[in-house]
């Protein structure tokens, strides 16, 4: 099945670079694109893409607000963020909005095609090592941060096995990597990742991997 992407960036060279280069894979099509955060809104209602690739710093509504938007409005969309630095002080905000990941900019087209689809399959988790790093840092960088509503009560709802498979979602690790640590088979850990996040209510596994540590149950370090 083709993966319709919309491109929301400011930068009419950032747009017109990124279609040339996903148009140009056999797999992905691009669908749409917004200049600012506010059509990105518009336009997710509107043509329903599968993935969004969403800058960060835009006029109107900034990337972190029409992530917010976009999910609220319980759309399939998967929003991927865009940004200059992997430590940019708003992508953790932008997570947390309901983002299911982020790319650098200077991605090359092989890894900005590869993060499309990671993302439109539900994975998520781009680049786990550098991801983890990320939530890690910006987790130690906030100076309160919240806990969930409820989210005591929420995680007590998940079986023993399940809070072990949230918690190595949050460090990082792949379906497969979890399979080989827990010594079961992929397809279980798969049954185990989709009953987390119906239990909890998220999303995706970044999102799982963000409700872990608000609700400490993995601890940044």
């Known amino acids: 099945m083709t993966i319709r992407v919309l491109i929301a960036d400011d930068q009419m060279m950032v747009r ?19 200049v600012n955060g506010r059509e990105a809104v518009t336009k997710v209602a509107e043509l329903s893409p599968d993935v969004v690739l969403m800058d960060i710093r835009m006029p109107e509504l900034n990337g972190i607000e029409a992530t917010r938007e ?10 991927l963020v865009l940004t200059t630095f992997d430590l940019d002080e708003y992508v953790y905000q932008a997570l947390r909005a309901g983002a299911s990941g982020f790319l650098l900019k200077d991605a090359s087209a092989r890894q900005l095609a590869d993060g499309v689809r990671v993302v439109a399959s539900g994975e998520a988790l781009l680049a786990p090592s550098v991801t983890r790093r990320l939530i890690t840092e910006f987790a130690k960088l906030s100076a309160a941060p919240r806990v969930m509503p409820a989210a005591h009560a929420a995680y007590g709802d998940l ?51 963000v409700f872990a540590y608000e609700a400490r149950l993995v601890t940044p370090g």
């Not at 976009?70 to 929003?79: R, Y």
């Not at 979602?169 to 798969?190: D, M, Y």
């Open 159 to 209: 079986t023993e096995r399940e809070t072990e498979v949230l918690v190595l979602i949050a460090q990082g690790l792949s379906n497969a990597e979890i399979a080989a640590r827990l010594v079961v088979a992929e397809s279980t850990i798969k049954t185990h990742v989709s009953r987390v996040l119906v239990k909890l209510g998220l999303r995706d596994r970044t999102q799982a991997a």
């Open 70 to 79: 976009i999910v609220a409005s319980g759309t399939a969309s998967k929003v």
């Open 16 to 34: 017109e670079g990124f279609s040339v280069l996903l148009n140009a894979m056999p797999d992905i099509e691009v669908a749409g694109e917004a």
